[in-house]
């Protein structure tokens, strides 16, 4: 355990692998199932309301796509390597749409229902949105939460309000902004920005979205486990060996992706992937303190290029979960997300943001003969300036 801390402290780039652990299991397989329905019942909305959902039967979903070219420039020797591609995620152009959805339509739902205008017909949120117009939602984010839950309420007619991290891209706000979304801008980090937006919401009485803890954004990311299932079984890969990388910035998208998959591709390793200056989740599980210890407490900074992924403190929900259900967790630096970042771009065309990569040092660490399915979590949405300054860099 010294050692680990101190690799940590000196901010190297290693994988830790988690020891044996009880499982705790809040959520059953019943409650994705429940999920997955609850979407579905959604999709004729989505697709009314988002032109971009059409194509896809209203369904929040990505392509998982073999990389064969990435694989040959990366080196890597064993197996074969897949993107699964939610950087290309309808609205949102990130992972973020997966819980956000969820948990926007789910307060939408029990609005209706306490209205009295819900009563288990499909629920068409553009005919009441008067109402919705009244109704706040907040949320705090390093970027891309905040741009899914801002970008989908407003769509839906929701009022919102979206509290920013000094790690948060300029163009994520403008976007907002330009959208409808209140902005609001702190200069601390992520956690400085929840308790923000917290407070702002408790004054307001205005429906707060708790990316540290809330169960709705969880099973939003669970499903895609479903998904995930299905395209790997179309493959013919089901019975494979199945290592997946995800990156991790709070824990409560890949801790989602990671406790739907512990039931329904229950062979599949979960590792995830957290900058060298922010291992918030890496810190918190293998210190068994979860929330109650952040980066800072040992000396590093949580600031990275990663927006994503710029968080100190990991989710109190999530890291409790996580033990005893993924393999393991790494850390890697900046530049070698931008790195990845260009050579994704060169070989396969793929149009990511520096979060999104950090799945690709994954196989490096396994280094087995394995399906390496790697979460590319964003970027459809980076103006092509950024971009440009991205491959720059
Ligand atoms: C692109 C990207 N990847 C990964 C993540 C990590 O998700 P989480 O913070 O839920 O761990 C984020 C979070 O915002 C992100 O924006």
């Given at each position: 355990?010294?050692?680990?801390?101190?690799?940590?402290?000196?901010?190297?780039?290693?994988?830790?692998?988690?020891?044996?652990?009880?499982?705790?299991?809040?959520?059953?397989?019943?409650?994705?199932?429940?999920?997955?329905?609850?979407?579905?019942?959604?999709?004729?909305?989505?697709?009314?309301?988002?032109?971009?959902?059409?194509?896809?039967?209203?369904?929040?979903?990505?392509?998982?796509?073999?990389?064969?070219?990435?694989?040959?420039?990366?080196?890597?020797?064993?197996?074969?390597?897949?993107?699964?591609?939610?950087?290309?995620?309808?609205?949102?152009?990130?992972?973020?749409?997966?819980?956000?959805?969820?948990?926007?339509?789910?307060?939408?739902?029990?609005?209706?229902?306490?209205?009295?205008?819900?009563?288990?017909?499909?629920?068409?949120?553009?005919?009441?949105?008067?109402?919705?117009?009244?109704?706040?939602?907040?949320?705090?984010?390093?970027?891309?939460?905040?741009?899914?839950?801002?970008?989908?309420?407003?769509?839906?007619?929701?009022?919102?309000?979206?509290?920013?991290?000094?790690?948060?891209?300029?163009?994520?706000?403008?976007?907002?902004?330009?959208?409808?979304?209140?902005?609001?801008?702190?200069?601390?980090?992520?956690?400085?920005?929840?308790?923000?937006?917290?407070?702002?919401?408790?004054?307001?009485?205005?429906?707060?979205?708790?990316?540290?803890?809330?169960?709705?954004?969880?099973?939003?990311?669970?499903?895609?486990?479903?998904?995930?299932?299905?395209?790997?079984?179309?493959?013919?890969?089901?019975?494979?060996?199945?290592?997946?990388?995800?990156?991790?910035?709070?824990?409560?998208?890949?801790?989602?992706?990671?406790?739907?998959?512990?039931?329904?591709?229950?062979?599949?390793?979960?590792?995830?992937?957290?900058?060298?200056?922010?291992?918030?989740?890496?810190?918190?599980?293998?210190?068994?303190?979860h929330d109650e210890i952040a980066v800072r407490d040992i000396g590093l900074s949580g600031k990275t290029q990663a927006d994503g992924l710029a968080v100190g403190r990991a989710s109190s929900l999530v890291g409790p979960l996580m033990v005893g259900r993924i393999q393991g967790i790494y850390t890697l630096?900046?530049?070698?997300?931008?790195?990845?970042?260009?050579?994704?771009?060169?070989?396969?065309?793929?149009?990511?943001?520096?979060?999104?990569?950090?799945?690709?040092?994954?196989?490096?660490?396994?280094?087995?003969?394995?399906?390496?399915?790697?979460?590319?979590?964003?970027?459809?949405?980076?103006?092509?300036?950024?971009?440009?300054?991205?491959?720059?860099?």
């Amino acid at each position: 355990m010294k050692d680990i801390m101190d690799r940590l402290k000196k901010e190297e780039s290693f994988l830790w692998l988690q020891p044996e652990g009880e499982k705790e299991t809040p959520f059953s397989l019943e409650d994705i199932e429940e999920a997955k329905k609850f979407m579905e019942d959604f999709a004729p909305l989505l697709m009314e309301v988002f032109e971009e959902t059409r194509e896809g039967g209203g369904r929040i979903g990505s392509e998982l796509k073999e990389l064969p070219k990435m694989k040959k420039v990366l080196g890597i020797e064993g197996g074969r390597l897949f993107g699964k591609l939610d950087n290309s995620l309808p609205v949102a152009g990130s992972i973020k749409a997966r819980g956000g959805f969820f948990e926007v339509l789910n307060h939408a739902k029990r609005l209706a229902e306490e209205q009295g205008f819900y009563q288990g017909q499909p629920l068409n949120i553009l005919k009441h949105r008067d109402f919705y117009a009244q109704q706040e939602i907040e949320v705090a984010s390093t970027g891309n939460l905040g741009l899914s839950i801002g970008l989908i309420s407003a769509y839906l007619g929701f009022k919102v309000s979206v509290h920013m991290s000094a790690d948060a891209k300029e163009w994520k706000k403008a976007l907002l902004r330009e959208k409808g979304a209140t902005v609001y801008e702190y200069p601390g980090d992520y956690s400085a920005a929840v308790l923000e937006a917290r407070a702002a919401s408790e004054i307001k009485k205005s429906y707060f979205v708790d990316d540290e803890k809330s169960p709705y954004l969880f099973m939003g990311y669970a499903l895609a486990a479903n998904e995930l299932r299905d395209q790997l079984e179309k493959e013919g890969l089901l019975d494979e060996k199945i290592n997946v990388y995800i990156p991790c910035g709070v824990g409560g998208a890949p801790g989602g992706i990671a406790y739907g998959l512990s039931f329904i591709i229950p062979q599949a390793k979960v590792y995830f992937a957290e900058p060298l200056k922010a291992p918030a989740v890496l810190l918190g599980m293998m210190t068994g303190k979860h929330d109650e210890i952040a980066v800072r407490d040992i000396g590093l900074s949580g600031k990275t290029q990663a927006d994503g992924l710029a968080v100190g403190r990991a989710s109190s929900l999530v890291g409790p979960l996580m033990v005893g259900r993924i393999q393991g967790i790494y850390t890697l630096g900046d530049d070698e997300m931008l790195a990845y970042l260009k050579k994704l771009y060169e070989t396969e065309g793929l149009k990511v943001e520096p979060s999104a990569c950090a799945g690709f040092k994954g196989p490096y660490f396994t280094n087995e003969e394995a399906v390496h399915v790697v979460w590319l979590t964003g970027g459809r949405l980076v103006p092509p300036e950024v971009f440009e300054d991205y491959l720059r860099s």
